[in-house]
């Protein structure tokens, strides 16, 4: 087992679920600083994944962190729509975009 590629996904799952609880208590200065550790780790894996690859029994581990971090994603996204088009409205009216 590439114990080392799976703590990445795990450790972006775990600031993921993070994320998600700063976004429904509406924390959104939390959701930012967890966004950039989130970006870190990503890029982490990234490089790590240069020189390594998980086993074929190791998929469908990566499968199903990969699938709770994307629903955590779009459900933090959800929440996230009404306070950037508030945001929006404050800077001047145009609607700012999720990346």
Known sequence: M?????SYYEAI????????SAARSGDWDEVCKLEGACALLIAQLKHAADSQQLAADEMPLKTRLMQRILLNDAEIRQLAE??????????????????
């Open 13 to 20: 799952e775990k600031a993921s679920v993070d994320m998600l």
């Open 82 to 99: 009404p306070w950037l088009d508030e945001l929006g409205q404050q800077l001047g009216g145009g609607k700012p975009t999720l990346h």
């Open 2 to 6: 590439n114990a080392q590629l799976i």
